[in-house]
């Protein structure tokens, strides 16, 4: 299914909750959220399921599992399987804090898991209970061994980079995908909803984290890694993994996007961005899989053809990141 800018869109991200077990200062507030979800306006596994049978008719062939925490959510490993038995997805991926990952993870592999995403700013314990409020590094790190050692792959680290807060830890990262088969992103820093951590004079642009990694490393431009997302993806001489460059807001990529959005109650956005949503929740209602089937593709055919990112998040903009999923 191509949307109105010729773009295929192939890949569906669904929040599966908007609750989470850290409190990022850059995405959640300290005491958490006062207006989570409540139970009965979640989806519950099995509708998940039949939105992703029913996207899969609109050439959906990829699934991301994102939340807040996606493993916050109970019986999340049933829902892999539901997913993996759709004849038509090739890909289940799961992005997460890492913090819960460990115990699960093999459930999740045998259950259909393809890959994984784990969000990490720092390699630098206190820094990482700052950013976090209350994570712990080492469990971070279990998860991203866990993930090799299982054999998910490609295993993709996720680092926003802060000016004046974790730049000092570019180096580190990258020497982290020189020495292991991890693919290390960093992404620019987003104003991704109202918190005050975000200031445009933090954002350290794609370019500038390059220049920095090519003081040690003589980075090669490398083939698309797995996952369809929009990072640039350089190999370092006789490195075992790859660094990318997600630059939502020096140089969007909205030309290549290929996904929509699923909330954790049930609404469709055509991007992180856009504040029209489309509700699913009634059709769901009454087992109509062909009206499913026809808001799916009018979220697609509704897609913008950019964000506007750089204008702010604004306050017409009612639900956060957590809200809509990473």
Not at 240 to 265: E, L, Q, V, Y
């Amino acid at each position: 299914m191509n949307d109105n800018f010729a773009r295929e869109i192939n890949y569906l991200r669904i929040s599966v909750t908007d609750l989470c077990n850290l409190r990022c200062r850059y995405c959640m507030p300290e005491e958490g959220i006062d207006n989570k979800l409540s139970h009965k306006k979640i989806l519950s596994l099995e509708e998940y399921a039949r939105i992703v049978r029913v996207a899969a008719r609109a050439g959906i062939r990829k699934v991301r599992l994102t939340g807040g925490e996606p493993l916050v959510r109970k019986n999340l490993v049933q829902l892999v399987k539901y997913i993996a038995e759709i004849p038509e997805i090739d890909d289940i991926a799961v992005t997460t804090n890492g913090i819960l990952f460990p115990g699960v993870a093999r459930e999740l592999k045998e259950a259909g898991l393809n890959r994984i995403n784990i969000s990490l700013d720092s390699l630098k314990e206190e820094r990482y209970e700052y950013i976090t409020r209350m994570g712990s590094l080492h469990q971070a790190k279990l998860a991203v061994f866990k993930a090799l050692e299982l054999g998910l792959h490609p295993v993709k680290i996720n680092t926003v980079v802060i000016k004046g807060f974790n730049d000092d830890e570019i180096l580190d990262f990258a020497r982290l995908a020189h020495e292991y088969p991890l693919h290390i992103r960093f992404i620019e820093f987003m104003p991704i909803g109202d918190l005050l951590f975000w200031k445009k004079e933090r954002l350290m642009d794609a370019d500038m984290i390059k220049a920095v990694i090519e003081k040690e490393f003589n980075l090669q431009m490398a083939c698309d890694i797995q996952g369809n997302g929009p990072a640039r993806y350089y190999q370092t001489a006789g490195g075992k993994g790859s660094i990318g460059f997600i630059s939502p807001m020096s140089n969007h990529f909205c030309s290549r996007c290929n996904r929509i959005r699923m909330t954790a109650d049930g609404m469709l956005r055509g991007c992180l961005y856009e504040k029209q949503e489309i509700d699913l929740k009634p059709a769901l209602a009454t087992g109509d899989e062909e009206e499913i089937l026809r808001l799916i593709n009018q979220a697609i055919k509704k897609k913008p053809a950019r964000h506007h990112m750089n204008d702010g998040w604004g306050m017409e903009n009612e639900r956060k990141m957590y809200q809509i999923g990473g």
